[in-house]
């Protein structure tokens, strides 16, 4: 299973930014997908979850400014970053709970390789 996400990159505070996240490779079930993100000497931090069947969860920072989205049939999730504050610079990293093809354990969490994002006053 692979993990890869895409959309980061630098706005200035009060814009908008639209990440994504594609699992990719056999799997059989997804469980969840989630947003985290980390600043340089914090830990990693959740920032939205969403369930297979759409039930949704928000760190009260983002709450009422980022929308989490998934499209099951393609393993792809979402994330609508709307009036960024600089508060949210940091490495976005996209979390996949799936289950491998023939995997008997159930879900496993896989990482993407993390997504800058950069807001500047």
């Known amino acids: 299973v692979q993990v890869v996400e895409d959309g980061g990159g630098s706005v200035q505070a009060g814009g908008s930014l639209k990440l994504s996240c594609a699992a990719t490779?056999?799997?059989?079930?997804?469980?969840?997908m989630g947003w985290y993100r980390q600043t340089p000497g914090n830990e990693r931090e959740l920032v939205s979850r969403?369930?297979?069947?759409?039930?949704?969860i928000y760190a009260d920072s983002v709450e009422g400014r980022f929308t989490i989205s998934q499209d099951n049939d393609k393993n792809t999730l979402y994330l609508q970053m709307n009036s960024l504050e600089r508060e949210d610079t940091a490495v976005y990293y996209c979390?996949?709970?799936?289950?491998?093809?023939?995997?008997?354990?159930?879900?496993?969490?896989?990482w993407g390789q993390g997504t800058q994002v950069t807001v500047s006053s």
């Open positions: 490779g056999y799997i059989s079930r997804t469980c969840e």
């Open positions: 969403i369930t297979s069947d759409g039930h949704t």
């Open positions: 979390a996949a709970d799936v289950q491998s093809t023939g995997d008997g354990w159930g879900c496993r969490t896989f």
